[in-house]
Each structure stands twice: as C-alpha cells, then as structure tokens.
C-alpha cells in the first residue's frame, strides 16, 4: 500500500471505491466513511416547484418530501450510461454534455465524495464499478464523470471489484452481482478478468419489479400498483425457498379506496422466473469459460448485490444444478457494500504508476474514444 504522504494524511486516506447502482450508489473512503444515497436528482418541474422547494435539484431523502413537485431522473437506470450505451448514443451524450441524465450522474457523484469528507478532496484517488459487459464507450463515460473529481481514476467491473474485496478466498469461484438494473458473472481467478471471464445478464431487480406490477394488473385488473409499491411488495414477500410467503395484503385500487388482494402465487411466480433466468445464464457463463479447477469452482459460487437477498435464492441454484453435480451458493457478507469496498481495497493499493496501466487493460480504446469525442 502506498505511504506517500501530504501532510499528515496518506494517499490510502484519500482513496474512493465507487458501485453506480441503478437503484443505490455506494462508497467507501479511504478514511473509513461509508456512504449509500439512492441513484435518482429530483429538478422542480416548474416555476411553482422551483419556489417551493428553494434548491435547483434535491437527492436522498429530499426527493420523497417533494416527489409530486419533481421530474426524477435515474440516470443509471436499465444501466443507460453504464451498460446499454452503444457509439451514436455516446457521442449524443457527449455532445450534450448539459443533459438531465449527465447533470444528474454528476451531481450524485459530487453528493457521494463530498459526503465522505476526505482529507484532501483535491487529491482523490477513486476506481468505480461498471456492469461486466459495460461497452468501451459506457466505461469511458463513466471514467469522464469520475474525472470531474479525482486526480487518479479508473473503472472495473462491479463483480470483479467484489471477488477482489474479499481476498484470496475468491480465487477460482464466480461471482454473481444480482443489481437493479444487471446481473453481471465474473469468473475470477486472482487476476484482472478476461472478456470472456465476464458476462452480463441485460435484466435485474427493476425488471422483476416491472414484471410483479403487470402481472399483478392483469391478475387483478382493478387494483393500482406503482413501481414503489412493487419494489416493497418483492422485497418483503419475494421468495424461491421451499414454499411461498403468503401474501395478502391491502393495495389501491383504481376506485380510490384500499381492498385486499391475495398476491402469494403472483409474487412467487415472478419471483421464479428471475430465479430460472439467473440459473440459466451462469449455465451459460460455466459453459463458456476455462477454469483452472472446476470442482473448486462449484463450490464457490457466490452471490452479491441487492437480489442476492432474494429469500431462498441460493437453496434454488444449487437445487436447480444439481444434476450438473454438487453446487455450493453462498453470499458475500456485505450485499450492498461489497462492491464499494473491493474497489477502495484496490485503490489504495495501487502505486501512482500503476493507474494508467490499469486504465489501458480495463479500457484499451480508451484512447479511441478519446479521439472520437475529440472528432465529434
């Protein structure tokens, strides 16, 4: 770890681990502070708003006080900057650089770092997570947003920086990062993963909470559910264990009034068919990798990310694979900050010349896309 020190604080102190999640963004400083704020900047919809709220934009807990006075940008949700982005929509975005959805990443970005009150904000040295299949181009975006404020910054892939927090206990398994917007798998084997290592599965939470809200619709036509109350309904009711949580319980409905609705099989359902989605691609991502010992392996599978929580998720792999042999699932310690924190681990173990070297294998047309933005 480096020692170099300004005053009389360390380099590591001035360090930044950063998970972009679609529905949260994590971080951890090198001075100890964790920090999680949700992924979405409120702007008043209209003049009425703007003098009433009395800010140009809110975050946190601010955007539920005014919700119905604001326009609430996700910026990376279904990973639109991160993951989707192709070239044309880069340059779009490059080009306008004052668009809701960069002002919003930006601002929840500075929120993030400021509230972690480093030592020395001017010198900040962060590394950030993108999905495992992130393009050249969303990684590079997301590297431009880091740049506003660190001196030093670089990206990795979310599940990689997982296996690299926990050490050398996650040599040979594969992670599992189940987000709101992703599930992204990474084969990890003690180095920097290869493309191949990596995959990425294009739905995650938000996908089943969208999925929960219309089946529920078309079960039963006269009740009224947002993406909200979906979310909470998953979060408290969702499972794939043995046997169903019953779920009944009082919704809106489009009469305006409250009546009881019995969501057990729906919740269940939806529930398992994320669950089989899940199985299916680390079939898939197995199939399509070399690992040096696959019965270790197989027992090192491990689950990470806010769905990882899903109740009885790792009982269903394993069960599900089991005529593919014996299957060990288990979850990391720290669902929500276990990405935030590899990601500290590795920046405060890098040397001032190693950054630029993990920026070319991370991201070798970085420099591409330099010259394109240039050209554009």
Same mark, same amino acid.
């Given at each position: 770890?480096?020692s170099?020190?300004?005053?009389?604080?360390?380099?590591?102190?001035?360090?930044?681990?950063?998970?972009?999640g679609?529905?949260?963004?994590?971080?951890?400083?090198?001075?100890? !502070?964790n920090f999680?704020?949700?992924?979405?900047v409120?702007?008043?919809?209209d003049?009425?708003?703007?003098?009433l709220?009395?800010q140009?934009?809110?975050?946190?807990?601010?955007?539920t006080?005014?919700?119905?006075?604001?326009?609430?940008?996700?910026?990376f949700?279904?990973?639109a900057?991160?993951?989707?982005?192709?070239?044309?929509?880069w340059?779009n975005?490059?080009q306008?650089?004052?668009?809701?959805?960069?002002r919003?990443a930006?601002?929840i970005?500075?929120?993030?770092?400021?509230?972690?009150d480093l030592?020395n904000?001017?010198?900040?040295?962060?590394?950030?997570?993108?999905?495992?299949?992130?393009s050249?181009?969303?990684?590079?975006?997301?590297?431009?947003?880091?740049?506003?404020?660190?001196e030093?910054?670089?990206?990795?892939?979310e599940?990689?920086?997982?296996?690299y927090?926990?050490g050398?206990?996650?040599?040979n398994s594969?992670i599992?990062?189940i987000?709101?917007?992703t599930?992204?798998?990474?084969?990890y084997?003690? !180095?920097?993963?290869?493309?191949?290592?990596?995959?990425t599965l294009?739905v995650?939470?938000?996908?089943?909470d969208?999925?929960?809200?219309?089946?529920?619709h078309a079960?039963f036509?006269s009740s009224?559910?947002?993406?909200?109350?979906?979310?909470?309904l998953?979060?408290?009711?969702?499972s794939?264990?043995a046997?169903?949580r019953?779920?009944?319980?009082e919704?809106?409905t489009?009469?305006?009034?409250?009546?009881e609705?019995?969501?057990?099989?729906?919740?269940r359902?939806?529930?398992?068919?994320?669950?089989s989605?899940?199985?299916?691609?680390?079939?898939?991502h197995?199939?399509?990798?070399?690992?040096?010992d696959?019965?270790?392996?197989?027992?090192r599978?491990?689950?990470?990310?806010?769905?990882?929580?899903?109740?009885?998720?790792?009982e269903?792999?394993?069960?599900?694979?089991?005529?593919?042999g014996?299957?060990?699932?288990?979850?990391?310690?720290?669902?929500?900050?276990a990405?935030?924190l590899?990601?500290?681990?590795?920046?405060?173990?890098?040397?001032?010349?190693?950054?630029?070297?993990?920026?070319q294998q991370?991201?070798?047309? !970085?420099?591409d896309?330099?010259?394109?933005?240039?050209?554009a």
């Open positions: 770890m480096s170099v020190k300004f005053g009389v604080h360390t380099v590591a102190e001035n360090c930044i681990g950063i998970d972009l679609t529905l949260y963004t994590t971080a951890a400083g090198g001075n100890g !502070a999680c704020l949700p992924s979405e409120g702007f008043p919809r003049i009425v708003a703007k003098h709220i009395g140009p934009h809110v975050l946190g807990s601010d955007i006080a005014h919700r119905n006075s604001l326009d609430v940008i996700r910026p949700e279904k990973n900057l991160k993951y989707a982005i192709n070239e044309q929509e340059r975005f490059h306008e650089s004052a668009s809701l959805d960069r919003a930006s601002l970005l500075q929120n993030v770092v400021e509230s972690l030592p904000p001017d010198a900040v040295r962060c590394i950030a997570g993108v999905p495992a299949a992130a050249p181009h969303s990684q590079l975006l997301i590297l431009e947003l880091v740049e506003e404020f660190a030093f910054a670089a990206v990795v892939s599940p990689f920086a997982v296996a927090g926990i050398a206990e996650a040599k594969v599992i990062d987000g709101a917007g599930v992204d798998y990474c084969y084997y003690g !180095a920097l993963p290869k493309q191949d290592d990596q995959s294009g995650g939470g938000d996908h089943v969208e999925e929960l809200r219309n089946q529920i079960e036509p009224k559910v947002s993406m909200q109350l979906a979310r909470r998953k979060e408290r009711f969702g794939v264990g046997g169903p019953s779920a009944i319980v919704i809106p489009k009469s305006g009034d409250i009546q609705f019995d969501l057990t099989n729906v919740i359902d939806v529930c398992l068919n994320f669950a989605k899940i199985t299916n691609a680390l079939l898939e197995l199939s399509a990798i070399t690992c040096d696959f019965v270790i392996t197989k027992s599978i491990l689950l990470a990310g806010g769905g990882s929580q899903l109740s009885g998720l790792d269903y792999i394993e069960k599900t694979l089991s005529l593919s014996r299957f060990e699932v288990h979850r990391v310690n720290d669902c929500r900050f990405g935030a590899g990601a500290l681990k590795l920046a405060r173990e890098l040397q001032t010349e190693d950054w630029e070297l993990l920026r991370e991201n070798p047309d !970085a420099k896309g330099e010259n394109r933005s240039d050209a």
